[in-house]
T-cell receptor, first 111, second 113 residues
Framework: GQQVMQIPQYQHVQEGEDFTTYCNSS?????IQWYKQRPGGHPVFLIQ?????EVKKQKRLTFQFGEAKKNSSLHITATQTTDVGTYFC???????????FGGGTRVLVKP | NAGVMQNPRHLVRRRGQEARLRCSPM?????VYWYRQLPEEGLKFMVY????????ESGMPKERFSAEFPKEGPSILRIQQVVRGDSAAYFC???????????FGPGTRLLVL
């Protein structure tokens, strides 16, 4: 079955630094979505990417969908303590009936 | 437009009891998904339902777990004869169509003593 892997599993970042987290699918995707879960909270939708090579920005967050539509990345610049949480990617297949979530990247920010 | 509602938010059960978790999707959403999350772990898909139908239950344990989404009322995740290993956060999400954005509820945190 379809697998979605995220690396790294944990990301320790110094406040103010940049980092990137990656999402890789075993199969070609029709779309990829990113969610953020704050500690003790529930996942909240951030963004959806549909087109090959698509890049979208939300303030300090930059999301990219790979040319082959099998991978995606999330880049955060000038990390802040409010960025703490777990970032999940979720991939959908054209013939599929649901999203498949990755295991998440847990981001910890050192002040 | 109210978001996804889940109740109870916290549930404590003793081993062997039954747990019933409820989920009311967002208005206009007919697709419901249930996930389980252990502390410090990811979201594990359990079951996907559309009104009165189970579409995909590939993540559901074969025994003790069942789910329904009746024509009227909330979706129910039922766990019979709970064991300590069932302790986890159970999240429900809904979407208007398959593979569209999923909106998550606040979760039910189940603790089995």
């Amino acid at each position: 079955g379809q697998q979605v892997m995220q690396i790294p599993q944990y990301q320790h970042v110094q406040e103010g630094e940049d980092f990137t987290t990656y999402c890789n699918s075993s199969t070609t995707l029709s779309n990829i979505q990113w969610y953020k879960q704050r500690p003790g909270g529930h996942p909240v939708f951030l963004i959806q990417l549909v087109k090959s090579g698509e890049v979208k920005k939300q303030k300090r967050l930059t999301f990219q969908f790979g040319e082959a539509k099998k991978n995606s990345s999330l880049h955060i610049t000038a990390t802040q303590t409010t960025d703490v949480g777990t970032y999940f990617c979720a991939g959908g297949k054209a013939a599929g009936n649901k999203l498949t979530f990755g295991g998440g990247t847990r981001v910890l920010v050192k002040p | 437009n109210a978001g996804v509602m889940q109740n109870p938010r916290h549930l404590v059960r003793r081993r062997g009891q039954e747990a019933r978790l409820r989920c009311s999707p967002m208005k206009g959403h007919s697709h419901v998904y249930w996930y389980r999350q252990l502390p410090e772990e990811g979201l594990k898909f359990m079951v996907y339902l559309q009104k009165e139908n189970i579409i995909d239950e590939s993540g559901m344990p074969k025994e003790r777990f069942s789910a329904e989404f009746p024509k009227e009322g909330p979706s129910i995740l039922r766990i019979q004869q709970v064991v300590r290993g069932d302790s986890a956060a159970y999240f429900c999400a809904s979407s208007p169509k398959p593979q569209e954005t999923q909106y998550f509820g606040p979760g039910t945190r189940l603790l089995v003593l």
